[in-house]
C-alpha cells in the first residue's frame, strides 16, 4: 500500500516563495502519476498541479507561479511555489494513482496525503 508524507507548509507574505515535499514509500514511485491539490476553508478540493511521464499541467491560477516536478532517487514529488498570493492560502493535499496520465480530476486519485497548511498574508 502506497503512502504520501507531505511536508514544507507553512506562513508567508504576499509574494513569497515554499517549497512542498511529498515523498511516496510502499511502491514503486515511477509507477503512479502525482498530483498537487488545494482546499480553502469552505471551498471544494481544486486541482493545482499533475505530473507524468509525458507531462505537467497547472491551474490556470497558479501558471507562471508554481512548478511541480518529480525526484525518482528521491520518490519525491514537490511543488515549488512563487510569488504567492493571499488567495493562495489553503490545504495543500500531495495525491497519487498507479498509471501513466494523470487527471486533473479530484476523484481520478485514490491515495491521498494527509494535508499540509499555507498561509499567506497581505
Known amino acids: 500500500q502506497v503512502q504520501l508524507v507531505e511536508s514544507g507548509g507553512g506562513s508567508v507574505q504576499a509574494g513569497g516563495s515554499l517549497r512542498l515535499s511529498c515523498t511516496v514509500s510502499?511502491?514503486?514511485?515511477?509507477?503512479?502519476?502525482m498530483g498537487w491539490f488545494r482546499q480553502a476553508p469552505g471551498k471544494e478540493r481544486e486541482f493545482v498541479a499533475t505530473?507524468?511521464?509525458?507531462?505537467?499541467r497547472y491551474a490556470d491560477s497558479v501558471k507562471g507561479r508554481f512548478t511541480i516536478s518529480r525526484d525518482s532517487a528521491k520518490s519525491t514529488v514537490y511543488l515549488h511555489m512563487n510569488d504567492l498570493k493571499p488567495e493562495d492560502t489553503a490545504v495543500y493535499y500531495c495525491?497519487?494513482?498507479?498509471?501513466?496520465?494523470?487527471?486533473?480530476?479530484?476523484?481520478?486519485?485514490?491515495?491521498w496525503g494527509q494535508g499540509t497548511q499555507v498561509t499567506v498574508s497581505s
Open positions: 495525491a497519487a494513482r498507479s498509471g501513466y496520465y494523470a487527471s486533473t480530476d479530484v476523484g481520478f486519485y485514490d491515495t
Open positions: 505530473i507524468d511521464l509525458r507531462s505537467t
Open positions: 510502499g511502491r514503486t514511485f515511477s509507477r503512479y502519476v
